[in-house]
């Protein structure tokens, strides 16, 4: 599975442009997804120096990603160095702007290697217009 991953927010507390502290099984988490053989790409705002920063705060922590803000491999060139497609494609993403919010990383494993999806509770909308009406 393809796995879109925000920075900012999601990887690590949102102090942009700073980088913030790490949350709580992130790291332990993006890693173990790697190891089960999902591809990860850092999908994030970031770019030049505080992108280049971001990378590094994950190389220190043995996260390496197959893409960064793009669906072509690390490391791979576009023909003008300009080119870019503002839209990353994958099966998932993770972001803590999700309606909803961000889960806990454990619950995020547990959502993406059991293909268990999130319990939610019913909405209002479906409380207030889900009901039969007997006339």
Do not use: Q
């Amino acid at each position: 599975m393809v796995i879109a991953v925000d920075f900012d927010g999601t990887i690590v507390e949102h102090k942009y442009p700073a980088i913030g502290r790490e949350k709580p099984f992130a790291v332990e988490t993006l890693l173990e997804l790697a190891a089960d053989g999902h591809k990860l790409i850092l999908w994030t705002a970031r770019d030049g120096k505080l992108l280049e920063d971001a990378l590094e705060w994950c190389r220190k922590r043995g996260l390496e990603f197959y893409a960064v803000n793009s669906n072509k491999p690390a490391g791979y060139m576009f023909s003008d160095h300009k080119t870019t497609s503002a839209k990353v494609v994958a099966d998932l993403y993770i972001d803590d702007h999700n309606l909803g919010g961000l889960p806990e990383w454990g619950a995020i494993y547990e959502m993406i290697s059991k293909k268990k999806p999130r319990k939610r509770k019913r909405s209002f909308w479906k409380k207030l217009f889900g009901r039969k009406i007997k006339v």
